[in-house]
């Protein structure tokens, strides 16, 4: 759906890449804030009008996100490639496919991802792929290795609340 078309808004004016991309940037949000709220339909309508704007690599991360929230694990692996298309250098469609493939119980295809994720330039959060890692290692029972995991995602972030569960739990069970 172009904007220039049914806002009127936006009047006839010819739009420049800036206004594209701040237009995609506000749809952007307001396809998160719906995600958030479980209104994963509108979500997705807000997602793609973003992308049909400006195609972003987080628009295409958070409409595969918003399509795993829905059980369509491929859709989402689908946008998670696509995202990768545009920024190979933003980890998260990278540790999304690891998690997504996890979820399909494809645990060794899932590490290949989350490897790569490990490796990206631009992370929000590069301890997640480390706290994925070792629940897959956990999974096929390979207990040091997903201690190590747990290790490292707690040294990027001693906060981790989660990677520090895991890694406590884990080593309680190993004593």
Same mark, same amino acid.
């Given at each position: 759906? $172009?904007?220039? /078309?049914?806002?009127?808004? !936006? *009047?006839?004016?010819?739009?420049?890449?800036?206004?594209?991309?701040?237009?995609?940037? $506000?749809? =952007?949000?307001?396809?998160?804030?719906?995600?958030?709220?479980?209104? =994963?339909?509108?979500?997705?309508?807000?997602?793609?009008? %973003? +992308?049909?704007?400006?195609?972003?690599?987080?628009?295409?991360? =958070?409409?595969? !996100?918003?399509? %795993? =929230?829905? *059980?369509?694990?491929?859709?989402?692996?689908?946008?998670?490639?696509?995202? +990768?298309?545009?920024?190979?250098?933003?980890?998260?469609?990278?540790?999304? +496919?690891?998690?997504?493939?996890?979820?399909? *119980?494809?645990?060794?295809?899932?590490?290949? !991802?989350?490897?790569?994720?490990?490796?990206?330039?631009?992370?929000? &959060?590069?301890?997640?792929?480390?706290?994925?890692?070792?629940?897959?290692?956990?999974?096929?029972?390979? !207990?040091?290795?997903?201690?190590?995991?747990? /290790?490292?995602?707690?040294?990027? &972030?001693? /906060?981790?609340?989660?990677?520090?569960?895991?890694?406590?739990?884990?080593?309680?069970?190993?004593?």
């Amino acid at each position: 759906m $172009d904007l220039r /078309q049914t806002d009127p808004a !936006w *009047g006839n004016r010819k739009m420049e890449p800036e206004d594209d991309q701040k237009a995609a940037w $506000d749809l =952007f949000r307001k396809a998160y804030e719906r995600q958030m709220k479980g209104e =994963f339909e509108e979500a997705l309508k807000l997602y793609t009008d %973003s +992308i049909e704007l400006y195609p972003t690599a987080e628009a295409y991360t =958070f409409r595969g !996100w918003t399509y %795993s =929230f829905m *059980g369509m694990l491929d859709e989402a692996i689908e946008d998670c490639h696509r995202a +990768i298309a545009v920024d190979p250098d933003f980890g998260n469609p990278y540790n999304d +496919i690891g998690v997504y493939l996890i979820e399909k *119980g494809q645990f060794d295809d899932a590490i290949e !991802w989350l490897e790569r994720a490990t490796h990206a330039k631009r992370y929000e &959060n590069p301890a997640f792929p480390y706290l994925n890692l070792g629940r897959v290692y956990e999974k096929k029972r390979h !207990w040091e290795k997903a201690m190590e995991c747990y /290790q490292r995602a707690l040294k990027i &972030n001693p /906060q981790y609340d989660l990677a520090q569960k895991a890694f406590t739990r884990l080593r309680a069970m190993m004593h």
